[in-house]
């Protein structure tokens, strides 16, 4: 059981690495930008990380870890801020490459509706408790300037749609569904309170704030490396 979470990491990479080489999306070539985008984001989000963990906001059950450490995180969960950014963008490439007849505008229009509403609920419900006033304040102001700019990111929200898929099976087994105890805590004096299952309500928007993050990102980087290539020499 102590390999439980290194599993899961490794389940959430396997595919998304192996289908890396298709033709048609051919995300190997992008890996640059990929692995630019998951350390952009992905160190603030375990400074983040760092310091919840340090205060109790969560920690982790070493039953189901290996027990090596980076400061107070397990390596596992430091995977998990690259496997899950590689998947994301991943899956953001595969609707690029097969979505371009699809016209998103109105799924679009509504995922931005839901989760600025859905926000404004965490905020108000969770006010004054770390982790549900953090990530929906970030939350809602990401969710805001990108509404704003649905024309420039039309793939985005399918893309972090579809994302939630894996993340609900991963972040349900971590959170307790089908182990005796959780391999992630929490403490819900800092959170709503309100789980789907057993995930907090919170890590909705925690994984649009990560998801999205690294797609906009990843993307910035594709299109500077494709502006560069493009640009003839003076």
């Not at 989000?45 to 189901?64: K, Q």
């Not at 450490?69 to 490459?97: D, G, H, S």
Request: net charge neutral; with cysteine; aromatic share 20%.
């Amino acid at each position: 059981m102590n390999t439980l979470y290194l599993l899961l990491d490794l389940g959430v990479i396997i595919f998304p690495f192996l289908l890396s080489f298709d033709k048609k999306v051919h995300y190997v070539g992008d890996w640059g930008a990929t692995f630019g985008a998951l350390l952009i984001i992905g160190i603030p989000f375990l400074i983040h990380d760092y310091f919840f963990t340090e205060m109790g906001v969560w920690g982790f059950n070493p039953d189901y870890l290996t027990g090596h450490y980076i400061l107070n995180l397990p390596i596992e969960e430091v995977l998990f801020f690259v496997v899950v950014p590689y998947a994301c963008t991943f899956v953001y490439a595969c609707c690029k490459a097969y979505f371009t007849k699809f016209n998103f505008t109105t799924f679009n229009k509504a995922f931005y509706i839901g989760i600025l509403l859905y926000a404004l609920v965490i905020f108000v419900i969770g006010f004054g408790r770390w982790y549900s006033t953090m990530v929906a304040m970030v939350a809602f102001v990401l969710g805001l300037s990108l509404w704003f700019k649905q024309k420039d990111y039309p793939y985005v929200p399918i893309a972090v749609s579809l994302s939630m898929i894996p993340f609900f099976i991963m972040n349900s087994v971590l959170t307790g569904s089908f182990t005796p105890e959780p391999i992630v805590w929490y403490d819900n004096l800092q959170n709503v309170g309100f789980r789907w299952g057993t995930i907090p309500a919170e890590d909705i928007l925690y994984s649009f704030l990560l998801v999205a993050g690294n797609i906009l990102i990843f993307r910035f980087l594709v299109e500077r490396k494709q502006n560069e290539k493009s640009t003839p020499f003076s």
